[in-house]
């Protein structure tokens, strides 16, 4: 079964100020999704990452891959009020016959002016 | 284009009442998807099709069912509600399998169902 944690599952930063969201799944997977959720909204969707090393940045955030350690890295330079939303990261895996996403639990972001 | 709408945007219910929750999209998108997502929990599958009269279980099925009679509609019904089911629902769609490359998940604005 593929688990997906990710962590901080709070977070609350100043303005400003730079940190990074990681999320860390148990499975081998060919891709990886960052979903940006607004409270009380929908998802909308941020980055899909495909290979080993992979980097996409918008804006002040920035997502990477390491298919090797299992890891994907969501980080946000010098934080403004507007990033304040959740965060989901989702995998991808075939099985059953099927291509499914597993989603973490989101990490929820306040930013203080 | 609107997207996928999805109608109510916020239900109660009574335990053992039943109701459809409705999901339509103008993408032209073969894949449809029903996710609920639990306070402070990560989006769970119910069910999902890959094209008009195709279905399939998810992670989460027990207590729903689908149908897909036409590519644009993928209706939800719970039967027999219960407390547990109380969460707030998401369509998606998808133009082609989530396997292929950059087919990010368009989603729905959710319908909040609770359950007393």
């Known amino acids: 079964e593929l688990k997906v944690e990710q962590n901080p599952l709070f977070l609350s930063m100043q303005e400003g100020k730079n940190y990074t969201i990681y999320c860390n799944y148990s499975t081998t997977s060919d891709r990886l999704y960052w979903y940006r959720q607004d409270p009380g909204k929908s998802l909308e969707s941020l980055f899909v990452?495909?290979?080993?090393?992979a980097v996409k940045q918008e804006g002040r955030l920035m997502a990477s891959l390491d298919t090797k350690a299992r890891l994907s890295t969501l980080h946000i330079t010098a934080a403004v009020h507007d990033l304040s939303a959740t965060y989901f990261c989702a995998v991808g895996l075939s099985g059953a016959g099927s291509y499914q996403l597993t989603f973490g639990k989101g990490t929820k972001l306040s930013v203080i002016p | 284009n609107a997207g996928v709408t999805q109608t109510p945007k916020f239900r109660i219910l009574k335990i053992g009442q039943s109701m459809t929750l409705q999901c339509t999209q103008d993408m032209n998108h073969n894949y449809m998807y029903w996710y609920r997502q639990d306070p402070g929990m990560g989006l769970k599958l119910i069910y999902y099709s890959v094209g008009a009269g195709i279905t399939d279980k998810g992670e989460v099925p027990n207590g729903y069912n689908v149908s897909r009679s036409t590519t644009e509609d993928f209706p939800l019904r719970l039967e027999l509600a219960a407390p547990s089911q109380t969460s707030v629902y998401f369509c998606?769609?998808?133009?082609?399998?989530?396997?292929?490359?950059?087919?990010?998940?368009?989603f729905g604005n959710g319908t909040r169902l609770t359950v007393t």
């Open positions: 998606a769609s998808s133009y082609f399998s989530l396997s292929s490359y950059n087919s990010p998940l368009h």
């Open positions: 990452l495909l290979s080993n090393g």
